[in-house]
């Protein structure tokens, strides 16, 4: 299973991207190693794990600690190694969306709105871990659940959000 490994880390001035690879590690601490090391002073790092066009997982250190995972389906972990190793261990689906309900606007059209998740996908770990950066559960699992976006098209939407599309877009066209 191919995939697409984009590490960004926040520092003074704005945002920093690297391509990780994660070829031989063992274990979710050593995946998280590899994103302290593209930037061990950042206040924030995050890994963007795309997979065969089909899965994504985030992952957030806050200044190198407290490791934070989202995985958008569980399935990854049955049909990959390193999706075994990412996601493996987290047991719970989605955690934080019970504090997160979108409001709804006032004469809304009831036909326009889309389902939070996708019914086959079984979203895992912390949706809300891009919450205090503007992207509340919902929405992430709005994006990743949304009828044709690949891992690539959330990833670009969140790095928009971020303000860090350009250093990722970057990665990608080498």
Do not use: N
Request: aromatic letters at 4%; glycine letters at 8%; one cysteine or more.
């Amino acid at each position: 299973m191919s995939y697409f490994a984009a590490a960004v880390a926040r520092v003074e001035g704005g945002w920093t991207a690297d391509e990780v690879s994660l070829r031989g590690v063992t274990d979710i601490e050593e995946v998280a190693d590899r994103l302290r090391d593209v930037e061990p002073d950042a206040d924030l790092s995050l890994l963007f794990v795309e997979a065969d066009d089909t899965y994504l997982v985030i992952l957030r250190l806050d200044e190198g600690e407290d490791l934070r995972i989202f995985g958008s389906d569980s399935a990854y972990a049955e049909e990959s190694q390193l999706g075994a190793l990412l996601i493996g261990d987290l047991k719970t689906s989605v955690t934080g969306l019970e504090d997160t309900e979108e409001p709804r606007a006032a004469g809304g059209d009831e036909e326009t709105e889309q389902p939070a998740v996708d019914p086959e996908a079984d979203p895992v770990g912390d949706a809300d871990l891009l919450a205090d950066l503007g992207i509340p559960a919902q929405k992430l699992l709005a994006l990743c659940g949304h009828e044709g976006m690949m891992p690539a098209d959330v990833t670009a939407e969140v790095c928009q959000v971020l303000g860090c599309a350009d250093e990722v877009e970057e990665l990608r066209e080498v």
